[in-house]
């Protein structure tokens, strides 16, 4: 039996969509199950379109998600000439014809198709067209010949049995008049000689499977297995594009999403496995099958992909979590000072409170990482002379101790809480605004502990 190998093939014309990850990790699952091999296929022929800082941001990507391919990306320009010779074997064997219609014709027979509110396919006006009776003016692409009569069936392993009446596959160009390959040619030669055993791919593939699988017939090559994943849509039930707001990965790290959290969610987006919801990756690999994928297309929910984050912000080791929020700070926010950076080692167990991406502990963080208090607005407004004689009582009693700690402030709060004749919140908010510029935010015995008694004392002195 041989040895499984799947692959992921995304074109470098712009930012790896979510859709498009999700598909590279049901391969890579797949594959790593299987213990076969999986494969990362750059499909970079279109070279007015394709960058190279795509096809970098396609491979950083694919690595921040935890996705690793085996080998060297595979560079389909680099293999143009063998597409372009089995194309030529085609025509030899009479499995493809060169077709001389004008761009003109093809608009008219769309614009007939359109009126009749009908699908467009080539009319097939060149097929039986001897070489003798060619125009020598116009320079022809060339076509697949594809099947006239009955119906081609594809045993999927997600859609189950599929059936198409075979003369509603046009006969589809493999090459073009400037002799360049097109994708479905391409495509078939490169999971051909690369070995592929099971082509998983988006169920908008479903077309060009069966036009592929004729190319295969043609030149008698051994089929690999096909599964069509169906699409992400939107919570409207629209198709997910590009042009959707998190469409692409960076969408989600920049906000702080965690890379473990974002692969478990794609994971359950149109696959399942009994009730389990969160899967560590070793679980991911040993439950993965293709079974448990739905036939049906899955809604990307927001609220559900920061529901796993935090989750994860909750239960993976405290330096773990750390590690990644000090990464996420240098990527997007601001690099932690080396003096900070052991506040906030020591303080990550309550930043993380109620926080549901690294964001938010960037947030909770903030009045650690700054040397300078920003006050909020509207919350500085609420320092009134009453606030300010709480904050004043306060600065005097921790003036007596040494080392701050909660069961040292405690007794210090209750004292103010009945001297000022005031509740919690009265002595609480005065102390978190001028700490920390917001009346929102960690709890405030958290605060002043992680500051410590000098830079308490020195930001509290600012107010007063």
């Given at each position: 039996?041989?040895?499984?190998?799947?692959?992921?093939?995304?074109?470098?014309?712009?930012?790896?969509?979510?859709?498009?990850?999700?598909t590279?990790?049901?391969?890579?699952?797949?594959?790593?199950?299987?213990?076969?091999?999986?494969?990362?296929?750059?499909?970079?022929?279109?070279?007015?379109?394709s960058?190279?800082?795509?096809?970098k941001?396609?491979?950083?990507?694919l690595?921040?998600?935890?996705?690793?391919?085996d080998?060297?990306?595979?560079?389909?320009?680099?293999?143009?000439?063998n597409?372009?010779?089995?194309a030529?074997?085609?025509?030899?064997?009479?499995?493809?014809?060169?077709?001389?219609?004008?761009?003109?014709?093809?608009?008219?027979q769309?614009?007939?198709?359109?009126?009749?509110?009908?699908p467009?396919?080539?009319?097939?006006?060149?097929?039986?067209?001897?070489?003798?009776?060619?125009?020598?003016?116009?320079?022809?692409?060339?076509?697949?010949?594809?099947?006239?009569?009955?119906?081609?069936?594809?045993?999927?392993?997600?859609?189950?049995?599929?059936?198409?009446?075979n003369?509603t596959?046009?006969d589809?160009?493999?090459?073009?008049?400037?002799s360049t390959?097109?994708?479905?040619?391409?495509a078939?030669?490169?999971?051909?000689?690369?070995?592929?055993?099971?082509?998983?791919?988006?169920?908008?593939?479903?077309?060009n499977?069966?036009?592929?699988?004729?190319?295969?017939?043609a030149m008698?090559?051994?089929l690999?297995?096909?599964?069509?994943?169906?699409?992400?849509?939107?919570?409207?039930?629209?198709?997910?594009?590009?042009?959707?707001n998190?469409?692409?990965?960076?969408?989600?790290?920049?906000?702080?999403i965690?890379?473990?959290?974002?692969r478990?969610?794609?994971?359950?987006?149109?696959?399942?496995?009994?009730?389990?919801?969160?899967?560590?990756?070793?679980e991911?690999?040993?439950?993965?099958?293709?079974e448990?994928?739905?036939?049906?297309?899955?809604?990307?929910?927001?609220?559900?992909?920061?529901?796993?984050?935090?989750?994860?912000?909750?239960?993976?080791?405290?330096?773990?979590?750390?590690?990644?929020?000090?990464?996420?700070?240098?990527?997007?926010?601001?690099?932690?000072?080396?003096?900070?950076?052991?506040?906030?080692?020591?303080?990550?167990?309550f930043?993380?409170?109620?926080?549901?991406?690294?964001?938010?502990?960037?947030n909770?963080?903030?009045?650690?990482?700054?040397d300078?208090?920003t006050?909020?607005?509207?919350?500085?407004?609420?320092?009134?002379?009453?606030?300010k004689?709480?904050?004043?009582?306060?600065?005097?009693?921790?003036?007596?101790?040494?080392?701050?700690?909660?069961?040292?402030?405690?007794?210090?709060?209750?004292?103010?809480?009945?001297?000022?004749?005031?509740?919690?919140?009265?002595?609480?908010?005065?102390?978190?605004?001028?700490?920390?510029?917001?009346?929102?935010?960690?709890?405030?015995?958290?605060i002043i502990?992680?500051?410590g008694?000098?830079?308490?004392?020195?930001?509290?002195n600012?107010?007063?």
């Amino acid at each position: 039996m041989k040895k499984v190998a799947t692959r992921f093939a995304p074109s470098p014309t712009g930012p790896l969509h979510i859709g498009g990850v999700r598909t590279a990790l049901f391969n890579w699952l797949y594959s790593k199950n299987q213990k076969g091999n999986f494969y990362l296929r750059i499909e970079d022929t279109d070279k007015e379109r394709s960058k190279d800082d795509y096809k970098k941001q396609i491979i950083q990507s694919l690595k921040w998600i935890g996705i690793e391919h085996d080998g060297e990306e595979y560079i389909q320009s680099k293999n143009i000439d063998n597409h372009i010779a089995v194309a030529n074997e085609l025509l030899k064997k009479g499995h493809a014809y060169r077709c001389y219609c004008t761009p003109e014709e093809i608009e008219e027979q769309k614009k007939r198709a359109k009126q009749k509110k009908i699908p467009y396919t080539y009319g097939r006006k060149c097929r039986e067209i001897g070489e003798t009776n060619s125009p020598k003016d116009i320079k022809p692409v060339l076509r697949f010949k594809s099947k006239i009569e009955g119906s081609s069936i594809l045993k999927d392993l997600v859609q189950g049995e599929v059936e198409i009446e075979n003369i509603t596959i046009e006969d589809f160009v493999i090459l073009r008049k400037d002799s360049t390959p097109t994708y479905n040619l391409s495509a078939t030669v490169d999971d051909h000689q690369m070995n592929m055993t099971h082509i998983i791919r988006g169920d908008d593939h479903k077309i060009n499977t069966f036009k592929q699988i004729q190319i295969y017939e043609a030149m008698k090559w051994e089929l690999p297995s096909f599964a069509h994943i169906p699409l992400i849509h939107t919570m409207e039930g629209k198709k997910l594009s590009k042009r959707d707001n998190a469409s692409t990965l960076d969408d989600y790290s920049k906000i702080g999403i965690m890379p473990d959290a974002l692969r478990n969610y794609l994971l359950r987006l149109g696959w399942s496995y009994k009730e389990k919801e969160i899967f560590t990756l070793d679980e991911s690999i040993d439950l993965f099958n293709l079974e448990g994928i739905g036939k049906s297309p899955s809604k990307l929910d927001m609220s559900r992909i920061l529901s796993i984050n935090e989750h994860y912000i909750k239960n993976i080791e405290e330096s773990d979590l750390f590690n990644q929020f000090i990464e996420y700070c240098k990527l997007f926010k601001n690099e932690v000072s080396s003096s900070k950076k052991d506040k906030i080692k020591k303080s990550i167990n309550f930043l993380k409170n109620k926080a549901k991406t690294l964001e938010d502990i960037f947030n909770n963080g903030q009045y650690i990482i700054m040397d300078e208090v920003t006050y909020n607005k509207e919350d500085i407004k609420l320092i009134d002379v009453k606030a300010k004689k709480v904050i004043s009582d306060f600065m005097k009693q921790i003036e007596k101790v040494d080392k701050l700690s909660k069961e040292i402030l405690e007794p210090f709060v209750n004292e103010l809480i009945k001297s000022n004749n005031t509740n919690f919140k009265g002595v609480g908010q005065p102390l978190r605004i001028a700490l920390t510029g917001s009346k929102f935010g960690p709890g405030i015995y958290d605060i002043i502990v992680s500051l410590g008694k000098d830079q308490t004392l020195k930001r509290l002195n600012k107010i007063s």
